[in-house]
């Protein structure tokens, strides 16, 4: 038997990966899917009137479908704010205070703040993460030079 190297130790399927090498093409539709789009094919205006027709008569489940779909779920927006930026650990401190100064403005939700305040701690620790790594390797270049002194 062939040994499989896009499994794990565990004998588990590594991610992207299966044990059905000619699986479902990319990009490959539902069958149940496209029968009942072509059913519903040209009939989309007059449910659509119809469940407005419905909602007008005070049907709630017919309401929420139609403003569901006039306005559907508030996906992300794009940001408009002034943020410094953090090129060092110590800026960290100053981007905090603008996202917050933009929670109280009202420009940020505080849902907003949260995310691009983690997005600027995640930038602070890897900033102090390759400084430490920077300071370990001057570090040990020292030691090794003062330990093997050139004559």
Do not use: Y
Request: proline fraction near 5%; hydrophobic fraction near 35%.
């Amino acid at each position: 038997m062939q040994e499989n190297n896009k499994r794990t130790q565990k004998g588990r399927w590594s991610a992207g990966t299966s044990g059905n090498s000619s699986g479902r093409p990319v990009g490959s539709r539902n069958k149940g899917t496209l029968f009942l789009e072509q059913l519903l094919d040209g009939e989309g205006e007059a449910l659509t009137r119809k469940a407005i027709q419905l909602a007008k008569k005070g049907d709630l489940f017919a309401l929420r479908l139609c403003l569901e779909r006039l306005l559907p779920p508030r996906k992300e927006r794009v940001v408009n704010f002034s943020l410094p930026k953090v090129t060092e650990a110590q800026h960290a401190p100053a981007a905090f205070a603008s996202i917050l100064e933009a929670i109280g403005e009202g420009k940020l939700t505080p849902g907003e703040g949260e995310l691009i305040s983690a997005i600027v701690e995640a930038q602070a620790r890897s900033i102090t993460a390759g400084d430490m790594d920077r300071r370990v390797s001057e570090l040990e270049k020292a030691k090794e030079d003062w330990e093997n002194p050139r004559q």
